[in-house]
């Protein structure tokens, strides 16, 4: 049974860092291109980044470009979003998603996900 657990989340003031995790368990995971999004309630599902199945090509969104970093261990079956100088704006529930293949074309088109995890709250303090 696919598993995807993020962790990580938490209050932080406005200019702070956190680093999210998402583990996931039950199969191999360097089979799967990872993505984290992130929704606020009454909004859509929004792109944030996505890493390739070796790790070797990532894509982010341009509102966190520069700021956050997405990387991936897969002998820990666990991929990472640093967050730096975040903002008020950045406030919301970030979910980590997998899918077999990655690709530009359509890396930040959630319905291309096939497994979600339950996602961890963000909130930024201005």
């Known amino acids: 049974q696919v598993q995807l657990v993020e962790s990580g989340g938490g209050l932080v003031q406005a200019g702070g860092s956190l680093r999210l995790s998402c583990v996931d368990g039950?199969?191999?995971?360097?089979?799967?291109?990872m993505g984290w999004f992130r929704q606020v309630p009454g909004k859509e599902r929004e792109f944030v980044a996505a890493i390739s199945r070796s790790g070797d090509y990532t894509y982010y969104a341009d509102s966190v470009k520069g700021r956050f970093t997405i990387s991936r261990d897969n002998a820990k079956n666990t991929v990472y979003l640093q967050m730096n100088s975040l903002k008020p704006e950045d406030t919301a529930v970030y979910l980590c998603?997998?899918?077999?293949?990655?690709?530009?074309?359509?890396?930040?088109?959630?319905?291309?996900?096939?497994?979600w995890g339950q996602g961890t709250q963000v909130t930024v303090s201005s």
């Open positions: 998603a997998a899918r077999r293949y990655f690709a530009y074309s359509d890396s930040d088109d959630w319905t291309k996900y096939d497994d």
């Open positions: 039950g199969r191999t995971f360097s089979d799967y291109a």
